[in-house]
Structures are given as C-alpha cells and as structure tokens.
C-alpha cells in the first residue's frame, strides 16, 4: 500500500500547484515538519528570513506583482505574532497569501503551553480564513478552504499547524485542488444608465484613476479624452497611468501637487475609477460624485456617492464609452494640464544637483539647505533616469514616497510596490526581497527611508544570503520626515524625529552588500549610475537635506502659519540648546 503524504507533504503541494514557488519565514519547531517538506520537493524553496515581518511583507509582494498566492511562515506564538504587520498590509492591498503559523501540539492546546498563542482568534481580523488543523482528516479540504478563500477574496488565510500534527498522513489521498478561475463583475444596466445620465448633464468632469482601473487602461484613457477630462492618478494607479497619457495631472493627498488638488476642487463631477483613495479632506465638497467599482463594499466610504457602478473597470467603462455624449469644451482639461506643466518645471528645478550654485538655489538654500546637502529630489530625479525599463520599485511610507511620487514618471512596464493602504514603516526593503526573490533578473530599486530602514536592518543578512540582486537607496536624512512635516504643519517644533545613524553603507559591507555612500551633490550622478549597474545586492546610503520643505499642494493659511511658528520655536530652542 502507497504511503499517503503527511499533513505538511499536502500543504506543500497544495501551494505548488497553485504556483507557489517560494515560502518565506523563520524556521522553527511546529514548522520543522514543514520546512522539511520543502527541503525534500522540487519545484518550491524555502526563503529564510531574520525577521518573520519581512516575511509576511515578501509574500504580500509577490502576490500583488503576480496576481496569484504567495505564502509565509511563522512558527508558535511570537513567530507568528510578528507575521501580523506585514499581514494586515497583505490584506487591505487585497493581496492573496497563505500563513502557515505553528501551533503548540493538541494535547498542551488551551493549557496556556510555552509560547501559546490563540492563532486563531490572533489573525481573525487580518484574514478571510482561520483555521487550525487537529486532526488529519481535515487535510486536504481544509487546505483547499484556505487557499480558495486567499484567491477568490483576495485577501490573507492562516492554517495553524500544532507540532505534532503536521507530520501525520492525511486522511485522505485526493490532491489539493487548482484554483485558477478568474472572475469578473458586469455592470447592471439601471446602474449604468443612471451614471450616463449623470455624466451627460455634467460640465467639468475630473476623473480619479486608482490601480483597480488598470485592466481598463484603454477604456479610461478613452474615456478621459470623451469627456475632456483630466485625471488625477493615485500613488497604486501610477504604474498603470503614467506612461503615454496626456491627461494625467499626477496625485493628489500629501505627497502630491496643486494642479490635481485643483483639478478635483473645480470639477463639477468626479468619476471615480478603481478607487477606494481614503483620504477624505483631498475630495471636492460640492460636486456630483459617479464611483466606479468591482467591490460594492468600497463605494461610498470615502465620499458621499451620488451614483454608484458595481462592476470590471473594463466592463463599466466600455457600456458607459458607447452611450454618453462627447464633451468638446478642453478649457477645463487645459487648465489642468497647464496648472500641471508649470508645477512640473518648478519641481525640476530642484532635481538638478546644481540648483543650490544658482542664484535663486543660493538665496533658497541659505533657509532650507544650509549644510549644502543633497537635495532628495535629485536622488529620485536621477533614479528615474537610470532606472531599466521593466525595473520594481518599492518605497517605504513617509517622505521617500513623496519623491518617488514626484520625481519618478513609471514607464511602460515598470511595477511599484508600498505599503499604500496600510501605510506601514519599514515595507520598502522586505517587499523588495519578495519582488526580487521572484525575479531574479529583473532591476528591484528600494527607495527607503532611513527610519524604515534601520527598523529591519538585520535582513541585510537575508539579502545578502541569497544573492538578491536589490539596489536598497536610503534617503538618509537622519529624520523621520515625514513626521517632522506633521509637527511643523501643526506649528510644533521638531521634536523626536531625529536619528543618529551609522554609516550604512559600511553596515551593508559588513553584512556582504555592495556599499556605497554619496555626500556630495556633484557625485550624486557618477556614484548612482555606478551603483545601480554593479552586480549583486548594493545598499547605496545618500545624505540628503533633513530641512527640505514638501509643503502639502494645497496649503491652507492656517498650515503656512504653522510651518512658521515651527521654524522660530526650532530656531529658538536650538539657540538655547547651544548656551
């Protein structure tokens, strides 16, 4: 009689055959049955982590940059417990991943064993699907259960595995199934006749683009030229609206500029696309509202909705391309555009290393460059000069996605990966090793914040063990600044956002990458270009100006006010510092 495979066996073929191919996480005893599958099966490998964070982060990348389940692993109790951070990030970017999470072994269960954890009761609010295998039985159903619920709602299941359970044979023989279906959501005609309808009477119309309108590039972009309408890309749509799209006025929120501030605040109706953009104070106060989306539940929790479409960006905007009128009057859309070009040329201005040896970079840096720093908006200027034409970004939340969002124009092919809903410190680095570890052969470029950075800095050691490939640049400010602008912005001296960091370019030497460490602005240029051609894993650590100024694109009086009370109380508590 054939053996039958153990529970850990089932698990592991499971995920390949739903195109797992690496697992990543931190080994340990109730995974060691696990791991040993995956030591003893070809087809998938074990990626092993310092940190379970990262992990989880890793696993969340890969997800969203192929569509399909990606998996982590973290064993009993704390090993799982830090799984949650990059978990909860894996989930409001409905990115599908499987958690495996050991469990003590049955008999000690609800006895408060050694480093017992409720797993399940742990991860009930991060993930679609909980359960925990007690007996073998349940295998391969329960597997089935997980990874269909991780696919079909595009979100995070945890199987919790106790020690003593993973290396027994199932109960049954039959494989775990392949889950390949892809759906999609036609509009209802009511619905889309009522949008029509709406469209139709409108004027200015201004349309928000997120990442779920990406499938329906093509359509938007017509879309967009049938009603004269610009369009506002969120930081998720950037890869998909970028390139080759001459109705696009950038991001709105924080880390935007004016013109989109002012393409949504003058509209008479916005048309939301893909978009669940959650920051309510940037939506205008008094125009209709059209909201666009495949999931129901997204419509109407970030604005009041006038009309609502549930359905396939694709789908609902085909229906609407073929029934509403063409708008002919460009003077909202040119105003937008305009407003758009003059932004840009100022912003440029500040990209160019020789700014601050100008007239006006002299005057300027005398109040917010005085060490004659880099200008972080060089950094990401030169980033998306040098960067290849199918290169991974991934960025840390805080001010290096507010370069990244203004410097870097994505091409055609190009992917970005953040921590976009969840807005988590420390994802650059980890997402990287996911996007990286699936793609050997394609550029990764980090773009990490110092403060992110240094909060995971031992997986240095993982890239470095594995010979990813990742180009880790730090916007090394020795600030947390995005916190710094939050203080200033509520006219609060700067105050515990300081960092006292190392030469990190020597730390990633000392873990085996490739270090390289700029200072000055006239070797911005010649050190990145060098950096980012040198094979293997390079951390490339840039000391940028900690005072440059990335005012909101639509500063109130009260915020400009507060920027500078701030700047005296710093002035004044820094004098008395120095008595």
């Known amino acids: 009689m054939a053996r039958r495979p153990t529970v850990s066996e089932t698990i592991v073929a499971g995920l390949i055959h739903n195109g797992v191919t690496q697992v990543f996480g931190v080994v340990g005893d109730a995974l060691n049955s696990v791991t040993d599958a995956i030591r003893r099966t070809d087809g998938i490998d074990w990626i092993g982590t310092r940190h379970e964070e990262v992990a989880a982060f890793a696993a969340g990348a890969q997800a969203q940059l192929t569509g399909g389940l990606a998996a982590c692993a973290g064993t009993v109790g704390p ?3 830090h799984l949650l951070n990059g978990l909860y990030d894996a989930a409001k970017s409905h990115a599908p991943v499987l958690a495996i999470a050991g469990q003590v072994p049955l008999a000690d269960l609800g006895s408060d064993y050694f480093q017992e954890v409720d797993n399940d009761r742990l991860f009930s609010d991060v993930a679609v699907f909980t359960q925990t295998i007690t ?3 349940q295998v391969p159903v ?16 945890v199987l919790s595995l106790p020690g003593d359970v993973g290396a027994q044979p199932v109960g049954s023989d039959r494989p775990v199934r392949v889950f390949r279906d892809v759906t999609t959501v036609s509009p209802a005609d009511e619905a889309v006749a009522r949008a ?7 004027g200015r119309v201004t349309i928000l683009a997120g990442i779920g309108a990406a499938g329906g590039r093509a359509e938007t972009l017509a879309l967009a030229e049938h009603l004269m309408a610009p369009m506002v890309v969120t930081i998720k749509g950037k890869e998909a609206f970028d390139w080759d799209n001459p109705f696009q006025v950038g991001q709105s929120g924080l880390l935007g500029n004016p013109a989109a501030a002012a393409a949504l605040k003058d509209c008479d109706l916005l048309l939301m696309v893909g978009t669940d953009f959650p920051y309510r ?16 539940d997204h419509i109407g929790r970030r604005v009041p909705v006038d009309v609502s479409v549930t359905g396939d960006a694709a789908l609902t905007v085909q229906s609407l391309l073929s029934k509403l009128h063409a708008k002919h009057d460009r003077g909202h859309l040119d105003k937008a555009l305009r ?49 290849d034409d199918d290169a991974i970004f991934t960025v840390d939340t805080g001010m290096s996605a507010v370069w990244l969002a203004r410097f870097v124009q994505l091409r055609k092919g190009q992917r970005l990966l953040g921590s976009f809903n969840l807005g988590s410190m420390a994802n650059a680095m980890p997402q990287a090793v996911g996007a990286q570890s699936r793609y050997r052969d394609r550029q990764v470029i980090a773009f990490c914040g110092d403060g992110g950075l240094t909060m995971l800095l031992g997986d240095l050691l993982t890239i470095a063990r594995h010979r990813l490939p990742v180009k880790l640049v730090v916007f090394d400010n020795h600030r947390l600044g995005m916190v710094k602008l939050e203080q200033e912005q509520a006219g609060l001296p700067e105050f515990g956002t300081e960092l006292d960091n190392p030469d990190l370019a ?16 006239g070797d911005l240029g010649r050190k990145l270009t060098e950096a980012l051609s040198m094979p293997g894993p390079v951390l490339v650590d840039v000391l940028t100006n900690p005072d440059e100024v990335s005012v909101p694109p639509e500063t109130t009086p009260g915020q400009a006010w507060g920027f500078a009370i701030a700047k005296v109380k710093e002035t004044l508590r820094s004098v008395g510092e120095g008595d």
């Open 196 to 202: 029509v309808e709406t469209i139709n009477r409108a």
């Open 142 to 157: 329960v597997v089935d259960q997980a990874i269909s619920a991780a696919l079909s709602r595009r979100g995070v299941a």
């Open 281 to 296: 104070d940037w939506y205008p106060t008094s125009a209709t509202v059209v909201q666009i989306d495949r999931r129901a």
């Open 135 to 137: 007996s073998p039985e």
């Open 506 to 521: 020597a730390i990633a030497k000392a873990c085996g990458l490739a270090g390289v460490r700029i200072t000055e602005p």
């Open 339 to 387: 407003h758009h070009d003059r932004w840009r040329h100022r912003q440029s201005e500040l990209a160019d290393p020789e700014f601050d040896e100008r007239v006006g970079g002299r005057a300027r840096s005398v109040l917010d460059n005085p060490d004659a720093r880099i200008r972080p908006e060089a950094v990401a200027g030169f980033i998306n000069e040098l960067a």
């Open 79 to 81: 090993g799982g417990i």
